[in-house]
C-alpha cells in the first residue's frame, strides 16, 4: 500500500523551530521529486518547498525562503522540512507528496509550487503546526 506519513507538527511560539517529516511506504522515494504544501483555515492550498529526485536541487516559496529547509534521506525513505524563525502566518496543516515527474527544469518546480502541487502523485494526510503565544 502507497502511502506518505507526515509527522512533526505542534504547537510552537513565534520564532521557534520545528522539524516536519514525509515517511514513504509501499514505494520507495528515490525517483521522484517531493513537495511540501500547507493549507491554513479559509485559505487555498499553497506550496512551501520541492526538492529534486536527480541532483537534490531545491526550490522554495518566497514566503519561506532563508526559514525553511528541504532535505531528503532517500536511504530512510525520507524527506524532511526544518522550519526556523516561524511566524504565525506559518500557521497550517503541512502536507506532503511525490510525484514522478517530468520535471524539465526549475520552472516546472517553480510551477508545481504556484499551483498548490496540482497533479502530484501521492499526498499524505497532514500534520498540524499551530504557531502562538
Known amino acids: 500500500q502507497v502511502q506518505l506519513v507526515e509527522s512533526g507538527g505542534g504547537l510552537v511560539q513565534p520564532g521557534g523551530s520545528l522539524r516536519l517529516s514525509c515517511a514513504a511506504s509501499g514505494f520507495t522515494l528515490d525517483y521522484y521529486a517531493i513537495g511540501w504544501f500547507r493549507q491554513a483555515p479559509w485559505k487555498e492550498r499553497e506550496g512551501v518547498s520541492c526538492i529534486s529526485s536527480s541532483d537534490g536541487s531545491t526550490y522554495y516559496a518566497d514566503s519561506v525562503k532563508g526559514r525553511f529547509t528541504i532535505s531528503r534521506d532517500n536511504a530512510k525513505n525520507t524527506v524532511y522540512l526544518q522550519m526556523n524563525s516561524l511566524k504565525p502566518e506559518d500557521t497550517a496543516v503541512y502536507y506532503c507528496?511525490?510525484?514522478?515527474?517530468?520535471?524539465?527544469?526549475?520552472?516546472?518546480?517553480?510551477?508545481?509550487?504556484?499551483?498548490?502541487?496540482?497533479?502530484?502523485?501521492?499526498w499524505g494526510k497532514g500534520t498540524l503546526v499551530t504557531v502562538s503565544s
Open positions: 507528496a511525490a510525484d514522478l515527474g517530468p520535471f524539465f527544469n526549475s520552472g516546472s518546480y517553480y510551477y508545481t509550487l504556484s499551483s498548490g502541487g496540482d497533479g502530484m502523485d501521492y
